[in-house]
């Protein structure tokens, strides 16, 4: 009968134990767990953000100068871009500027008739896309002519044109505007006296010598592509 207490008691230290160690593992099982999916967590990689789509490098452009009515004839032209250089093709009416039929007019009574030049150009751009600020050498040809219907002549003159030029081009989108002063030296090459209108005194005029140090300016309106 004295023995059964302390059976009773043995038993209930026994249980005790068993639910300390029943809760220990289940508290380790817990923490494992959770250190578990925090490696897995930090494991996984950040999501990466694909890249932006990069600018279309412009390739060319085309281009009209209207500037050129008043100065020495309105320009339209090409232009082929290598990355940051680029090479431009154009044709001028001559005679349709106001400044140039002013100066090729040999005298009072000489009117210009059709004038004009074609050239190219070499330029760099100090930013990419072929705008912003630029700097080019250029060539041009010019043919003119002047015709006196009073005294039944023309005159005829070719000039080379060879020149330096600076400018800033600004884009609006795929159209931008530009301006550029140019400095250059007109020599005249070739020149010759007609006769017109049955005139048959063409052998007592000659031409006048336009050979001159120059300067002009274009503001180009164009479209990128």
């Known amino acids: 009968m004295e023995v059964r207490p302390e059976?009773?008691?043995?038993?209930?230290?026994?249980?005790?134990?068993?639910?300390?160690?029943?809760?220990?593992?289940?508290?380790?099982t817990l923490l494992a767990a959770g250190a578990t999916q925090a490696e897995e967590a930090g494991d996984t990689p950040a999501p990466v953000e694909a890249p932006a789509a990069a600018a279309v490098p412009s390739r060319g452009s085309v281009f009209f100068d209207p500037l050129g009515f008043l100065l020495f004839g309105p320009t339209a032209g090409a232009e082929v871009g290598f990355g940051q250089y680029s090479v431009l093709a154009f044709g001028r009416w001559f005679d349709g500027g106001?400044?140039?039929?002013?100066?090729?007019?040999?005298?009072?009574?000489?009117?210009?008739?059709?004038?004009?030049?074609?050239?190219?150009?070499?330029?760099?751009?100090?930013?990419s896309g072929l705008l912003g600020p630029h700097f080019g050498l250029a060539?041009?040809?010019?043919?003119?002519?002047?015709?006196?219907?009073?005294?039944?002549?023309?005159?005829?003159?070719?000039?080379?044109?060879?020149?330096?030029?600076?400018?800033?081009?600004?884009?609006?989108?795929?159209f931008y505007l530009g301006a550029t002063g140019s400095l250059g030296y007109a020599l005249q090459v070739?020149?010759?006296?007609?006769?017109?209108?049955?005139?048959?005194?063409?052998?007592?005029?000659?031409?006048?010598?336009y050979s001159t140090f120059y300067g002009s300016a274009s503001l180009d309106v164009g479209l990128l592509f």
Not at 102 to 120: D, Q, V
Not at 151 to 173: C, D, H, M, S, W
């Open 7 to 28: 059976a009773r008691k043995g038993k209930s230290s026994i249980s005790r134990w068993g639910r300390c160690v029943l809760g220990a593992a289940c508290a380790a």
């Open 98 to 127: 106001l400044l140039a039929r002013s100066m090729f007019t040999s005298s009072t009574t000489s009117e210009p008739a059709f004038s004009y030049g074609a050239g190219l150009k070499g330029r760099y751009y100090f930013r």
């Open 139 to 174: 060539f041009e040809v010019l043919k003119t002519r002047g015709e006196d219907h009073v005294e039944k002549i023309a005159t005829n003159n070719v000039v080379l044109v060879p020149e330096i030029e600076g400018g800033y081009r600004l884009g609006f989108g795929r």
């Open 190 to 209: 070739k020149k010759s006296v007609d006769n017109i209108d049955g005139g048959d005194q063409a052998q007592y005029y000659e031409a006048k010598d």
